[in-house]
Protein backbone atom coordinates (compact mmCIF):
# COMPACT_ATOMS: atom_id res chain seq x y z
CA UNK A 1 0.00 0.00 0.00
CA UNK A 2 2.50 2.67 1.02
CA UNK A 3 5.24 1.90 -2.37
CA UNK A 4 2.18 1.92 -4.91
CA UNK A 5 0.60 5.68 -3.32
CA UNK A 6 4.31 6.69 -2.80
CA UNK A 7 5.31 5.18 -6.93
CA UNK A 8 1.72 6.81 -8.16
CA UNK A 9 1.90 10.19 -6.26
CA UNK A 10 5.08 10.76 -7.86
CA UNK A 11 4.74 9.74 -11.17
CA UNK A 12 1.58 11.60 -11.65
CA UNK A 13 3.42 14.59 -10.46
CA UNK A 14 6.24 13.96 -12.59
CA UNK A 15 3.45 13.34 -15.73
CA UNK A 16 1.85 16.59 -14.85
CA UNK A 17 5.13 18.66 -15.52
CA UNK A 18 6.24 19.32 -11.69
CA UNK A 19 10.47 19.61 -10.86
CA UNK A 20 11.63 16.30 -10.38
CA UNK A 21 12.81 17.34 -6.26
CA UNK A 22 8.70 18.79 -5.41
CA UNK A 23 7.86 15.29 -7.12
CA UNK A 24 10.12 13.21 -4.43
CA UNK A 25 9.07 15.80 -1.90
CA UNK A 26 5.22 15.79 -2.04
CA UNK A 27 5.16 12.28 -2.84
CA UNK A 28 7.18 11.51 0.24
CA UNK A 29 5.00 13.76 2.13
CA UNK A 30 1.61 12.58 0.92
CA UNK A 31 2.73 9.24 1.72
CA UNK A 32 3.29 10.34 5.26
CA UNK A 33 0.33 11.82 5.93
CA UNK A 34 -1.06 8.49 5.15
CA UNK A 35 0.49 7.00 7.78
CA UNK A 36 0.68 9.10 10.37
CA UNK A 37 -1.33 12.49 11.42
CA UNK A 38 -0.67 15.26 9.62
CA UNK A 39 1.90 17.64 12.16
CA UNK A 40 4.04 14.57 13.22
CA UNK A 41 4.18 13.92 9.42
CA UNK A 42 4.96 17.35 8.20
CA UNK A 43 7.45 17.84 11.36
CA UNK A 44 9.61 13.76 10.39
CA UNK A 45 9.52 15.42 6.94
CA UNK A 46 11.68 18.60 7.87
CA UNK A 47 13.66 16.80 10.17
CA UNK A 48 15.03 14.30 7.12
CA UNK A 49 15.33 17.18 4.91
CA UNK A 50 17.33 18.93 7.85
CA UNK A 51 19.30 16.56 8.75
CA UNK A 52 20.04 14.97 4.82
CA UNK A 53 22.20 18.29 4.65
CA UNK A 54 23.95 18.25 7.75
CA UNK A 55 27.07 17.02 6.58
CA UNK A 56 30.64 17.78 6.49
CA UNK A 57 30.87 16.42 3.02
CA UNK A 58 28.34 18.25 1.40
CA UNK A 59 30.29 21.69 1.87
CA UNK A 60 32.17 20.54 -1.02
CA UNK A 61 29.45 20.42 -3.57
CA UNK A 62 28.92 24.27 -3.27
CA UNK A 63 33.17 24.58 -4.08
CA UNK A 64 33.09 22.76 -6.71
CA UNK A 65 29.76 23.99 -8.49
CA UNK A 66 31.83 27.65 -7.78
CA UNK A 67 34.78 26.16 -9.45
CA UNK A 68 32.95 24.99 -12.37
CA UNK A 69 30.88 28.24 -12.90
CA UNK A 70 34.21 30.02 -12.51
CA UNK A 71 35.98 27.97 -15.01
CA UNK A 72 33.46 27.89 -17.55
CA UNK A 73 33.20 31.27 -18.22
CA UNK A 74 36.89 31.84 -17.80
CA UNK A 75 38.23 30.95 -21.21
CA UNK A 76 39.25 27.29 -21.18
CA UNK A 77 36.66 26.13 -23.93
CA UNK A 78 38.67 27.48 -26.44
CA UNK A 79 42.21 26.57 -25.13
CA UNK A 80 41.21 23.01 -24.81
CA UNK A 81 39.41 22.83 -28.30
CA UNK A 82 42.85 23.96 -29.59
CA UNK A 83 44.98 21.76 -27.34
CA UNK A 84 42.40 18.26 -28.55
CA UNK A 85 42.70 19.32 -32.29
CA UNK A 86 47.07 19.18 -31.50
CA UNK A 87 46.36 16.13 -30.50
CA UNK A 88 43.96 14.16 -32.61
CA UNK A 89 42.77 16.61 -35.40
CA UNK A 90 44.79 14.43 -37.92
CA UNK A 91 43.39 11.18 -37.20
CA UNK A 92 40.13 10.15 -39.71
CA UNK A 93 36.92 12.05 -38.14
CA UNK A 94 39.48 14.44 -36.03
CA UNK A 95 37.04 17.31 -35.28
CA UNK A 96 34.17 13.80 -33.87
CA UNK A 97 37.10 12.84 -31.56
CA UNK A 98 38.23 16.59 -30.97
CA UNK A 99 34.77 17.16 -29.66
CA UNK A 100 35.04 14.27 -27.46
CA UNK A 101 37.96 14.80 -25.95
CA UNK A 102 37.10 18.43 -25.63
CA UNK A 103 33.83 17.56 -23.84
CA UNK A 104 35.34 14.78 -21.49
CA UNK A 105 38.14 17.56 -20.39
CA UNK A 106 36.06 20.21 -20.09
CA UNK A 107 33.43 18.53 -18.65
CA UNK A 108 36.63 17.10 -16.06
CA UNK A 109 37.46 20.28 -15.43
CA UNK A 110 34.14 22.37 -14.88
CA UNK A 111 32.56 19.31 -13.26
CA UNK A 112 29.27 19.68 -15.36
CA UNK A 113 28.18 17.95 -18.13
CA UNK A 114 25.21 20.56 -19.12
CA UNK A 115 27.95 23.80 -19.28
CA UNK A 116 30.75 20.67 -21.00
CA UNK A 117 27.52 20.34 -23.94
CA UNK A 118 27.03 24.25 -23.72
CA UNK A 119 30.51 25.68 -24.04
CA UNK A 120 32.28 22.65 -26.21
CA UNK A 121 28.82 22.38 -28.78
CA UNK A 122 28.46 25.88 -29.08
CA UNK A 123 32.08 26.05 -30.58
CA UNK A 124 32.25 22.58 -31.77
CA UNK A 125 29.34 21.76 -34.01
CA UNK A 126 29.37 24.82 -36.38
CA UNK A 127 33.14 23.56 -37.15
CA UNK A 128 32.28 19.97 -37.65
CA UNK A 129 29.39 21.47 -40.02
CA UNK A 130 31.89 23.41 -42.29
CA UNK A 131 33.69 20.05 -42.43
CA UNK A 132 31.50 18.18 -43.66
CA UNK A 133 29.32 16.26 -40.68
CA UNK A 134 26.21 16.32 -40.31
CA UNK A 135 24.78 18.58 -37.43
CA UNK A 136 22.86 15.82 -35.94
CA UNK A 137 25.61 13.66 -35.49
CA UNK A 138 27.65 16.60 -34.36
CA UNK A 139 24.93 17.08 -31.69
CA UNK A 140 24.15 13.36 -30.69
CA UNK A 141 28.28 13.05 -30.34
CA UNK A 142 28.19 16.54 -28.12
CA UNK A 143 25.45 15.24 -25.87
CA UNK A 144 27.04 11.50 -24.75
CA UNK A 145 30.83 13.24 -24.70
CA UNK A 146 29.38 15.52 -21.94
CA UNK A 147 28.57 13.64 -19.51
CA UNK A 148 32.06 11.21 -19.54
CA UNK A 149 33.62 14.36 -17.35
CA UNK A 150 30.75 13.33 -14.43
CA UNK A 151 33.31 10.23 -13.98
CA UNK A 152 36.48 12.26 -13.74
CA UNK A 153 37.02 14.14 -10.88
CA UNK A 154 36.35 16.39 -9.49
CA UNK A 155 32.46 15.31 -9.60
CA UNK A 156 29.67 16.23 -7.39
CA UNK A 157 27.52 13.23 -8.18
CA UNK A 158 30.54 10.85 -6.63
CA UNK A 159 30.27 13.19 -3.51
CA UNK A 160 26.92 12.31 -3.04
CA UNK A 161 27.26 8.68 -3.70
CA UNK A 162 29.62 8.46 -1.10
CA UNK A 163 27.15 10.26 1.53
CA UNK A 164 24.58 7.88 0.39
CA UNK A 165 26.73 5.18 0.51
CA UNK A 166 27.14 5.93 4.09
CA UNK A 167 31.29 5.07 4.24
CA UNK A 168 32.90 4.87 0.71
CA UNK A 169 36.08 7.45 0.53
CA UNK A 170 35.32 10.71 -1.84
CA UNK A 171 39.00 10.16 -2.29
CA UNK A 172 38.95 6.68 -3.43
CA UNK A 173 35.56 7.49 -5.59
CA UNK A 174 37.42 10.27 -7.51
CA UNK A 175 40.54 8.12 -8.36
CA UNK A 176 38.62 5.33 -9.20
CA UNK A 177 36.21 7.44 -11.79
CA UNK A 178 39.03 7.93 -14.05
CA UNK A 179 39.76 4.58 -16.03
CA UNK A 180 36.17 4.07 -16.43
CA UNK A 181 35.31 7.69 -17.69
CA UNK A 182 38.66 7.55 -20.42
CA UNK A 183 37.05 3.78 -21.13
CA UNK A 184 33.66 5.74 -22.01
CA UNK A 185 35.87 8.26 -23.86
CA UNK A 186 37.45 6.47 -25.87
CA UNK A 187 34.41 3.82 -26.63
CA UNK A 188 32.72 7.11 -28.29
CA UNK A 189 35.72 7.45 -30.26
CA UNK A 190 35.43 4.70 -31.97
CA UNK A 191 32.73 4.73 -32.79
CA UNK A 192 33.56 8.55 -34.21
CA UNK A 193 36.28 6.62 -36.38
CA UNK A 194 34.55 4.48 -37.75
CA UNK A 195 31.56 6.79 -38.99
CA UNK A 196 34.43 8.79 -40.42
CA UNK A 197 35.93 6.25 -42.52
CA UNK A 198 31.94 5.24 -43.25
CA UNK A 199 31.51 8.35 -44.99
CA UNK A 200 34.94 9.61 -45.93
CA UNK A 201 35.01 12.48 -43.40
CA UNK A 202 37.71 14.78 -43.87
CA UNK A 203 41.09 14.92 -41.11
CA UNK A 204 42.82 17.99 -40.39
CA UNK A 205 47.16 18.27 -41.45
CA UNK A 206 49.75 17.87 -39.34
CA UNK A 207 50.87 20.44 -36.87
CA UNK A 208 54.08 21.45 -36.02
CA UNK A 209 55.33 20.90 -33.04
CA UNK A 210 55.33 24.52 -32.12
CA UNK A 211 51.79 24.83 -32.87
CA UNK A 212 51.37 21.38 -30.54
CA UNK A 213 53.40 22.75 -27.61
CA UNK A 214 51.79 26.51 -27.72
CA UNK A 215 48.17 24.61 -27.40
CA UNK A 216 49.64 22.62 -24.65
CA UNK A 217 51.57 25.77 -22.60
CA UNK A 218 47.33 27.07 -23.21
CA UNK A 219 45.45 24.59 -21.93
CA UNK A 220 47.88 23.48 -18.71
CA UNK A 221 47.27 26.00 -16.56
CA UNK A 222 43.31 24.59 -16.88
CA UNK A 223 44.38 20.95 -16.67
CA UNK A 224 46.51 21.38 -13.57
CA UNK A 225 42.95 22.04 -11.68
CA UNK A 226 42.31 17.90 -11.86
CA UNK A 227 46.43 17.29 -10.64
CA UNK A 228 45.84 19.62 -8.14
CA UNK A 229 42.73 18.61 -6.73
CA UNK A 230 43.37 14.71 -6.92
CA UNK A 231 47.29 15.20 -6.04
CA UNK A 232 46.24 17.13 -2.42
CA UNK A 233 43.76 14.07 -2.32
CA UNK A 234 46.05 11.58 -2.47
CA UNK A 235 48.88 13.07 -0.84
CA UNK A 236 46.90 13.37 2.71
CA UNK A 237 47.30 17.09 2.00
CA UNK A 238 43.76 18.35 1.97
CA UNK A 239 40.42 16.42 1.87
CA UNK A 240 37.81 16.45 -1.07
CA UNK A 241 35.80 19.49 0.86
CA UNK A 242 39.08 21.52 1.68
CA UNK A 243 39.94 20.66 -2.01
CA UNK A 244 37.16 22.17 -3.31
CA UNK A 245 37.84 25.73 -1.64
CA UNK A 246 41.78 25.04 -3.40
CA UNK A 247 39.91 24.79 -6.45
CA UNK A 248 37.90 27.59 -6.26
CA UNK A 249 41.01 29.84 -5.15
CA UNK A 250 42.74 28.46 -8.22
CA UNK A 251 40.07 28.93 -10.34
CA UNK A 252 39.82 33.14 -9.43
CA UNK A 253 43.57 33.66 -9.91
CA UNK A 254 43.90 31.87 -13.16
CA UNK A 255 40.40 33.13 -14.94
CA UNK A 256 40.89 36.78 -13.96
CA UNK A 257 44.44 37.50 -13.06
CA UNK A 258 45.89 34.73 -15.95
CA UNK A 259 43.75 34.28 -18.83
CA UNK A 260 41.94 37.94 -17.88
CA UNK A 261 38.95 36.47 -19.25
CA UNK A 262 36.48 37.46 -16.04
CA UNK A 263 36.59 41.01 -14.62
CA UNK A 264 36.10 41.66 -10.63
CA UNK A 265 32.73 43.47 -11.82
CA UNK A 266 31.35 39.95 -13.11
CA UNK A 267 32.14 38.33 -9.80
CA UNK A 268 28.85 39.02 -8.31
CA UNK A 269 26.74 37.25 -11.10
CA UNK A 270 28.70 34.47 -10.85
CA UNK A 271 28.13 33.79 -7.25
CA UNK A 272 24.51 34.17 -8.02
CA UNK A 273 24.77 31.61 -10.68
CA UNK A 274 26.84 29.12 -8.32
CA UNK A 275 24.08 30.30 -4.93
CA UNK A 276 21.06 29.18 -7.30
CA UNK A 277 22.94 25.98 -9.18
CA UNK A 278 23.73 25.50 -5.25
CA UNK A 279 20.09 25.82 -3.91
CA UNK A 280 18.82 23.43 -6.75
CA UNK A 281 21.24 20.64 -5.95
CA UNK A 282 20.72 21.25 -1.91
CA UNK A 283 16.99 21.03 -2.46
CA UNK A 284 16.99 17.58 -4.45
CA UNK A 285 19.51 16.25 -2.25
CA UNK A 286 17.43 17.10 1.06
CA UNK A 287 13.89 15.64 -0.92
CA UNK A 288 15.57 12.95 -1.46
CA UNK A 289 16.97 11.93 1.63
CA UNK A 290 13.56 12.32 3.17
CA UNK A 291 12.20 9.62 0.31
CA UNK A 292 15.29 7.54 1.16
CA UNK A 293 14.31 7.43 4.71
CA UNK A 294 10.85 6.83 4.32
CA UNK A 295 11.69 3.41 2.23
CA UNK A 296 13.95 2.48 4.41
CA UNK A 297 11.76 2.89 7.35
CA UNK A 298 9.15 0.63 5.36
CA UNK A 299 12.09 -1.65 4.75
CA UNK A 300 11.57 -1.73 1.15
CA UNK A 301 15.53 -1.83 0.06
CA UNK A 302 15.20 -5.27 2.12
CA UNK A 303 12.03 -6.43 0.28
CA UNK A 304 13.29 -5.26 -2.89
CA UNK A 305 17.09 -6.87 -2.30
CA UNK A 306 15.01 -10.42 -0.96
CA UNK A 307 13.32 -10.52 -5.06
CA UNK A 308 16.07 -9.70 -6.24
CA UNK A 309 17.94 -12.41 -4.67
CA UNK A 310 15.30 -15.08 -4.80
CA UNK A 311 14.77 -14.16 -8.67
CA UNK A 312 18.80 -15.73 -9.18
CA UNK A 313 21.87 -16.27 -7.07
CA UNK A 314 23.93 -15.72 -10.51
CA UNK A 315 25.79 -12.31 -10.18
CA UNK A 316 25.81 -11.94 -13.90
CA UNK A 317 22.23 -12.19 -14.20
CA UNK A 318 21.19 -9.52 -10.69
CA UNK A 319 23.97 -7.42 -12.01
CA UNK A 320 22.53 -6.88 -15.59
CA UNK A 321 18.77 -6.64 -13.96
CA UNK A 322 20.06 -3.54 -11.95
CA UNK A 323 21.42 -2.22 -14.59
CA UNK A 324 18.38 -2.13 -16.64
CA UNK A 325 16.65 -0.57 -13.89
CA UNK A 326 19.01 1.64 -13.31
CA UNK A 327 18.93 2.50 -17.56
CA UNK A 328 15.12 3.07 -17.02
CA UNK A 329 15.27 5.35 -13.56
CA UNK A 330 18.20 7.26 -15.25
CA UNK A 331 15.70 8.14 -18.50
CA UNK A 332 13.32 9.58 -16.13
CA UNK A 333 15.26 11.30 -12.57
CA UNK A 334 18.42 13.22 -12.49
CA UNK A 335 21.21 11.41 -10.92
CA UNK A 336 21.43 13.41 -7.51
CA UNK A 337 17.72 11.93 -6.10
CA UNK A 338 18.34 8.47 -7.94
CA UNK A 339 21.57 8.46 -6.21
CA UNK A 340 20.03 9.37 -3.11
CA UNK A 341 17.23 7.03 -3.52
CA UNK A 342 18.22 3.61 -5.18
CA UNK A 343 21.98 3.29 -3.64
CA UNK A 344 20.20 2.31 -0.31
CA UNK A 345 18.22 -0.09 -1.84
CA UNK A 346 20.62 -1.81 -4.59
CA UNK A 347 24.11 -1.21 -2.60
CA UNK A 348 22.39 -4.49 0.05
CA UNK A 349 21.93 -6.82 -3.02
CA UNK A 350 25.18 -6.15 -4.65
CA UNK A 351 27.26 -5.92 -1.59
CA UNK A 352 25.78 -9.78 -1.25
CA UNK A 353 27.20 -11.17 -4.34
CA UNK A 354 30.66 -9.71 -3.82
CA UNK A 355 30.47 -6.42 -5.27
CA UNK A 356 32.45 -3.85 -3.51
CA UNK A 357 30.26 -0.40 -2.65
CA UNK A 358 32.93 1.99 -4.69
CA UNK A 359 32.88 -0.57 -7.76
CA UNK A 360 28.95 0.22 -7.64
CA UNK A 361 29.48 4.00 -7.43
CA UNK A 362 31.14 4.07 -10.34
CA UNK A 363 29.07 1.28 -12.34
CA UNK A 364 25.92 3.58 -11.10
CA UNK A 365 27.63 6.75 -11.80
CA UNK A 366 28.20 5.73 -15.31
CA UNK A 367 24.56 3.92 -15.70
CA UNK A 368 22.95 7.18 -14.88
CA UNK A 369 25.06 9.27 -16.96
CA UNK A 370 23.93 7.34 -19.91
CA UNK A 371 20.46 8.88 -18.94
CA UNK A 372 21.30 12.23 -19.05
CA UNK A 373 21.67 11.67 -23.03
CA UNK A 374 18.62 9.99 -22.99
CA UNK A 375 15.00 11.32 -23.54
CA UNK A 376 12.69 12.09 -21.82
CA UNK A 377 14.48 14.19 -19.38
CA UNK A 378 18.02 14.12 -20.57
CA UNK A 379 19.30 17.68 -19.79
CA UNK A 380 22.32 17.31 -21.38
CA UNK A 381 20.77 16.15 -24.62
CA UNK A 382 18.17 19.40 -24.87
CA UNK A 383 21.33 21.40 -24.41
CA UNK A 384 22.70 19.83 -27.37
CA UNK A 385 20.03 19.75 -29.33
CA UNK A 386 19.56 23.45 -28.48
CA UNK A 387 23.04 24.64 -29.35
CA UNK A 388 22.63 22.21 -32.64
CA UNK A 389 19.60 23.67 -33.33
CA UNK A 390 17.94 20.81 -34.03
CA UNK A 391 15.62 18.37 -32.51
CA UNK A 392 15.64 14.94 -30.38
CA UNK A 393 13.99 13.35 -33.26
CA UNK A 394 16.45 13.93 -35.73
CA UNK A 395 19.33 12.75 -33.52
CA UNK A 396 17.78 9.52 -32.64
CA UNK A 397 19.49 7.86 -35.27
CA UNK A 398 22.72 9.24 -34.91
CA UNK A 399 23.03 8.73 -31.43
CA UNK A 400 22.14 5.03 -31.52
CA UNK A 401 25.92 3.92 -32.17
CA UNK A 402 27.18 6.21 -29.09
CA UNK A 403 24.55 4.45 -26.80
CA UNK A 404 25.55 1.37 -27.57
CA UNK A 405 29.16 2.28 -27.41
CA UNK A 406 28.13 3.34 -23.81
CA UNK A 407 26.36 0.60 -22.79
CA UNK A 408 29.52 -1.89 -24.29
CA UNK A 409 31.52 0.37 -21.83
CA UNK A 410 29.23 0.09 -18.73
CA UNK A 411 28.93 -3.58 -19.01
CA UNK A 412 32.77 -3.58 -18.94
CA UNK A 413 32.90 -1.13 -16.19
CA UNK A 414 30.10 -3.89 -13.89
CA UNK A 415 31.80 -7.23 -14.98
CA UNK A 416 35.46 -5.92 -14.79
CA UNK A 417 36.13 -4.64 -11.06
CA UNK A 418 39.85 -4.19 -12.29
CA UNK A 419 39.03 -1.43 -14.30
CA UNK A 420 37.17 0.78 -11.17
CA UNK A 421 39.46 -0.74 -8.33
CA UNK A 422 43.04 -0.66 -9.76
CA UNK A 423 43.92 3.27 -9.19
CA UNK A 424 42.37 3.13 -5.88
CA UNK A 425 44.43 -0.04 -4.45
CA UNK A 426 47.69 1.48 -6.61
CA UNK A 427 47.28 4.41 -4.59
CA UNK A 428 46.45 2.74 -1.24
CA UNK A 429 43.32 4.03 -0.41
CA UNK A 430 40.76 0.62 -0.10
Not at 55 to 83: E, T
Not at 119 to 146: D, L
Not at 163 to 178: D, E, N, P, R
Request: aromatic share 10%; proline share 5%.
Amino acid sequence: MIEAVLLISFFIMLAIGLPVAFCIGLATLATLLLSIDADPAILTMAQRMASGLNSFALLAIPLFILSGVIMGQGGIAKRLIDFAKCLLGMVPGGLALVNVLSCTLFGAISGSAVAAASAIGGFMVPEMEKEGYKRNFSAAVTATSATTGLLIPPSNILIVYAIASGGVSIGALFIAGYLPGLLVALSLMVVCIINAKRYNLPKSGRVSFKEFAMAAYRAFPSLFLVFLVIGGIIGGVFTATEAGAIAVIYALILSVFIYKEISLSELNGIMLKSAETTAIVMFLIATSVGMSWLLSFHDIPTNVANALLGLSDNPIVIFLIINLALLIVGSFMDMTPAVLIFTPIFLPVVAALGMSPLHFGIMMVLNLSIGLCTPPVGSVLFVSCAVAKTTIMDIVRPIMPLYVAMFVALMLVTYVPWISEFLPRFFGMI
